[in-house]
């Protein structure tokens, strides 16, 4: 009989192929410090076990999309799962620094699984059970990662660095087999092209700029090499905005930004992504930089981890306070509030990180402003858009994200690098403050890009506002 007859079986396996997304996540920011230790390495050059991870899903996002949208998603989603397993066993090995990178890279293919999840869940199930799905999918990151975080520090304080990966390996190992039991075959007979040279254009593009960023320092500012791969790497990202345009196939439809509604959802959402990882990169860091003359609390991984566990909590509270405010305020007002919310977050870090306990308020206010702006992402997007293309158009402000992650991530390492004199364990207190006051300078222009919406691009698509009356 087919699995697609037992939703009981197939919604456990689709939300535990939803955690695996968590999972991967998880690994990520608090464990930089510790890995830097560990490998001996700085922690510039540890970052790249979560950038390399984040710049893999900006990329590799679209095109598993693309590869599941059809009759083979059973058979995509089996093989990334495989593909995110060998990653977490690359990582959990210790054969160095550039083989747990490249473990990451491949676990950087799990971070599209939930598009997929998604769409097995309104194509197999039905009714209330289906939105139900949809909606815990939708969620499951934000607060998986809020658990996935202490947990995945706590294995690391307990049996090191390459144990929290050995355990991220037997999670999505578990998943592999769950999805293998449960997962009906696609209903969908069209298979859709790959754009690959859109692919690669994009990847290298997004590579060379994240490139730059960590390594400036090493090459130095003053010299040409960085500025040469920045000014390269435009080059390469412009001609991937051109070719997307004109191919009739393309990775990321750009079309669908066009005008200025979904222009701004799009260019909000790389913002936010952005400000995002300066954060979450920042805040652990500090927490366990070793006390002395530095700003350094001296923490154990399980504490610096406890410190992001606010963000998730605040980020699902700030996702359900979104439709509070769009009904009294209306929904043109959601994304500025939640930029400024976000700024604050920016304030008390450059004011009020001289104790623990600020750390985790810091993170809290951060959590209620991206989850605002990340539940108000999908309203503005489905406003400006027919339904036909909502599916497209959710892809690239996804998409969007992720690059800002990844490049949030690479700037934060960039700076905090600048800040580390030679021969110190950790950066001196000046760039968490440069932290912070890029990160309020982004919180600032994201808010008034989204203000500066005119009130008639906030009328919907007149397609989108027949079918989707409620959106907000």
Known sequence: ??????????????????????????????????????????????????????????????????????????????????????????????????????????????????????????????????????????????????LGYPLAGLVAELGGVHAAFWAGAGVSAAALVAAAAALPASRISASRSIDVLGAVLLGAGLGGLLLALAEGEVWGWSSPGPWALIAGSAVVLAAWALWELRTPSPLVDLRLARGRIAATAHATALLVGLSNYLLLLAVPVLAQAPRGDGPGFGTSIVVAALTLLPFSAASVLGGRLTRLLADRAGPHVVLPVAALVQSGSFVLFAFGRGELWLLFLVMGVAGLGVGAAFAAFPGLVISAVPPSETGSAMSLNQVLRYAGFSIGSALAAAVLAAATPGGAPAPVDGGYTAIAALGFGVCLLTALLAWLVPARGRRRHPDAAAEQPAAA
């Open 1 to 146: 009989m087919s699995t697609s007859h037992h939703p009981r079986t197939l919604v456990p396996a689709l939300l535990f192929v939803g955690t695996v997304v968590a999972v991967i996540s998880s690994l990520g920011a608090p464990l930089i410090p510790a890995i830097a230790a560990a490998m001996e390495t700085s922690l510039a050059d540890a970052q790249w076990a979560l950038t390399v991870t984040l710049l893999v899903g900006a990329v590799a996002t679209p095109v598993i999309g693309r590869l599941g949208d059809g009759p083979h998603r059973r058979a995509v989603v089996l093989s990334v799962l495989g593909v995110v397993t060998l990653g977490g066993l690359l990582a959990a090995l210790p054969l160095g620094l550039g083989w747990l990178i490249a473990g990451r890279a491949l676990q950087g293919f799990g971070l599209g699984l939930t598009p997929l999840a998604i769409a097995t869940a309104r194509e197999a199930l039905t009714g209330e059970r289906s939105h139900r799905t949809v909606a815990a999918l939708s969620i499951t990151v934000v607060s998986g990662m809020g």
